[in-house]
């Protein structure tokens, strides 16, 4: 385990630097990230390298004690490569190109852009790459797909094209590109789904197609550093920093040839809506490589650009540096060591403030980074291991994001929904692509799967029959992979895994109706309604109101050895938590810990360890209540099965759980942090 700060020596006199790397050591950091945004130092004119500051400011953290993580600088590319290649920057929706300023002004299929930044990530590589301070590399900052409107891109869209259809015919077809008079003749003639009359309203396919394309280009432009890092520094991580849900390209294709995922986590600012809190995108980060990540970016106090949001506490700070942990990273670096005094992130804040001494933030950071390197030795090695599985898939939130179809339908909303409920039974969840092995799991819930193969289909009918439990999420099976919409009865490919059809449907949006399940407790649900029909499904509840008065909204059908649900409908959160508390207790999965809502109840393990993190995200003190032995590695004590924690308060606690366990798991030597 590491903690680590972002650190810009670019952005100090030299004269500081020996003080700031001091400061670091001396409050326990481990880790810093530099470089990612110093193109213009590291290049001031085209071919003339300078990199005696990040030479000298790499000696001194290796004296310190402290490992380098270098980041490539070209998410920011300098004035002068712009002033001899305009073409780089983007073009938007409009075909309008943008200007120099801010950063990421770049297109990256722009061969220019491409060769330069293979050049300034090889002169790096060549200077650093064997280095005894660089552990590893971080790939520019935050890809967030290309999605840019350029001549390149199109040109490069329509090659793209050609490569998946091969003829013009076959795109036509697949497209269905007869609607509206869209047959092309010519290559020339596909648009890129432009700022048209109608608004967004771009043939369906045409959009997810150019979504595709744009994904896959921004893996190539990092697929060319990856190969340089390889070859001129080895045995040295590579790794990104992932925006967490953030839909903008597939990061389960970006990670692949990664060694591990980092993300970067910013509990406060307002993209976390919706329920998709850090712990959900904690654990969608660890689902991409379903390895442990780290946090390569973590809030560090006040977070703002032109304005700035509340000041979190350091217990929340605290807390939620905790809560990454909590969820698999092995590593938290926090954003930023100080905060800069110029620039667009003058506010955003970080361990130091603008005057640079040790205040309360850097020494709420001493003290975790403490709390962090004690508790490393239990924590070495550990990963997370969950009994229950929501499916993710960028192409499903591709297709949503091109046509919402009513509020509320989003594949992360849809996983939220069900996440939550999960959460509260203190269990651990994991959030992985359909690749992995489903049998691992003893339930299996796939959100909204809008488009689906018969490929896929096989897969989930497999699990069930070998007695996995499936639930199968409204408006699934409706498209195909050209994003055309399908011929088979709903849900396409999987009515006889789930015994039924949909027979019509209402999308709700915010509109609320209710539904009564078996067990005769009333919910309201909006979203979407599906009416279904029964082909040997069991009803597990029905609509009490127009206009599917009396209809099944909710039905379980047993197929081979297991059980598949389908939910035609989005209930309130205590539907859920009803719902798969049964479904959970049929399943086997096994449930010990009670706590309330706010409080963020995570296991991590690994062979004979076991250990249990309650983080209290309330402000008030909240109560655990856990049903067998723990023993206290830090924070309030277990008395009599209960724990009580303050407000942002962390405990972390091993598990002695049974007699038996105690004696097969326990391991003298975790016993050294009390
Ligand atoms: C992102 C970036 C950082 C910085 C912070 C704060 O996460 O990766 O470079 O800009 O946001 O704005
Ligand atoms: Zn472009």
Aim: with cysteine; aromatic share 12%.
């Amino acid at each position: 385990m590491r903690v680590g700060v972002a650190y810009y020596p670019e952005h100090w006199e030299p004269s500081r630097w020996e003080r700031d790397v001091a400061q670091m050591a001396d409050a326990g950091i481990r880790v810093v990230r530099m470089g990612e945004f110093a193109w213009s130092r590291m290049e001031p004119e085209e071919g003339r390298f300078e990199f005696g500051f990040l030479d000298t400011v790499l000696g001194m953290m290796e004296s310190a004690g402290i490992a380098c993580v270098l980041g490539t600088p070209t998410a920011s590319p300098p004035a002068w490569l712009h002033a001899k290649y305009p073409e780089i920057y983007p073009a938007d929706k409009r075909g309008y190109r943008l200007g120099f300023g801010t950063r990421q002004q770049r297109c990256l299929n722009n061969p220019d852009m491409r060769r330069h930044s293979r050049l300034i990530v090889d002169a790096m590589a060549s200077q650093f790459g064997n280095h005894s301070a660089v552990i590893g590399w971080q790939t520019d900052n935050e890809f967030g797909g290309n999605l840019c409107y350029c001549p390149v891109c199109q040109a490069r869209f329509h090659e793209w094209l050609r490569g998946r259809y091969e003829s013009l015919d076959a795109l036509n077809r697949a497209w269905g590109t007869v609607f509206w008079s869209h047959e092309y003749s010519e290559w020339q003639q596909i648009p890129l789904p432009w700022e048209v009359k109608c608004g967004d309203a771009h043939n369906p396919s045409l959009q997810l197609d150019f979504r595709r394309f744009q994904s896959e280009a921004t893996v190539r432009f990092q697929q060319e550093q990856i190969d340089i890092l390889r070859a001129k520094s080895p045995e040295r991580f590579v790794t990104h920093n992932l925006m967490g849900l953030h839909g903008s390209m597939d990061y389960y294709d970006l990670a692949r040839n990664l060694d591990f995922v980092c993300w970067d986590n910013y509990p406060s600012t307002p993209w976390f809506v919706n329920d998709m809190g850090p712990d959900m995108t904690a654990d969608a980060m660890r689902g991409i490589k379903q390895s442990n990540p780290w946090v390569m970016e973590q809030q560090n106090g006040i977070t703002g650009w032109e304005r700035m949001g509340r000041r979190p506490s350091d217990a929340q700070l605290r807390c939620w540096a905790w809560q990454t942990i909590a969820h698999g990273a092995d590593a938290v670096v926090f954003f930023r060591w100080r905060s800069c005094l110029y620039g667009a992130e003058q506010f955003w804040h970080g361990a130091l403030n603008h005057d640079g001494k040790p205040r309360r933030r850097y020494w709420a950071l001493s003290d975790f980074a403490r709390e962090v390197n004690s508790l490393s030795v239990t924590l070495d090695g550990t990963g997370v291991r969950s009994e229950v599985a929501i499916l993710n898939s960028y192409e499903q939130h591709y297709a949503f994001q091109i046509q919402p179809q009513a509020e509320g339908l989003d594949i992360w909303r849809q996983v939220s929904r069900y996440y939550r409920a999960l959460r509260q039974q203190g269990l651990n969840v994991d959030i992985v692509p359909l690749s992995v092995d489903l049998a691992q799991y003893r339930l299996v819930i796939l959100p909204g799967w809008h488009i689906i193969s018969s490929a896929e289909a096989d897969r989930f009918k497999s699990y069930v029959r070998q007695g996995g439990t499936l639930i199968v999420g409204a408006r699934t099976g409706v498209k195909n992979t050209e994003n055309v919409c399908r011929t088979e009865p709903l849900p396409a490919f999987l009515s006889e895994l789930v015994g039924l059809e949909v027979d019509d449907y209402d999308p709700l949006g915010s509109a609320e109706i209710k539904v009564e399940t078996a067990k005769g407790r009333l919910y309201r649900v909006t979203c979407w309604a599906d009416a279904l029909s029964l082909k040997g499904a069991e009803s597990i509840a029905v609509y009490t109101e127009a206009p599917f008065q009396g209809e099944t909204a909710l039905a379980k059908n047993r197929f081979g050895a297991g059980t598949a649900y389908y939910f035609g409908a989005f209930g309130e959160p205590a539907f859920y938590e009803d719902l798969l508390t049964s479904i959970l207790d049929e399943s086997g999965v096994q449930r010990v810990v009670n706590a309330p809502a706010e409080v963020d109840v995570s296991w991590r393990e690994r062979d004979g360890v076991k250990v249990l993190f309650l983080l209290n995200l309330a402000s008030e003190e909240r109560t655990v209540r856990v049903s067998e032995q723990v023993f206290r590695l830090l924070g309030a004590p277990c008395e009599g099965g209960r724990i009580t924690l303050p407000g942002f308060g962390v405990g972390i606690y091993q598990w002695l759980g049974s007699e038996e366990d105690l004696e097969n798991e326990m391991e003298p030597s975790t016993y050294e942090h009390v």
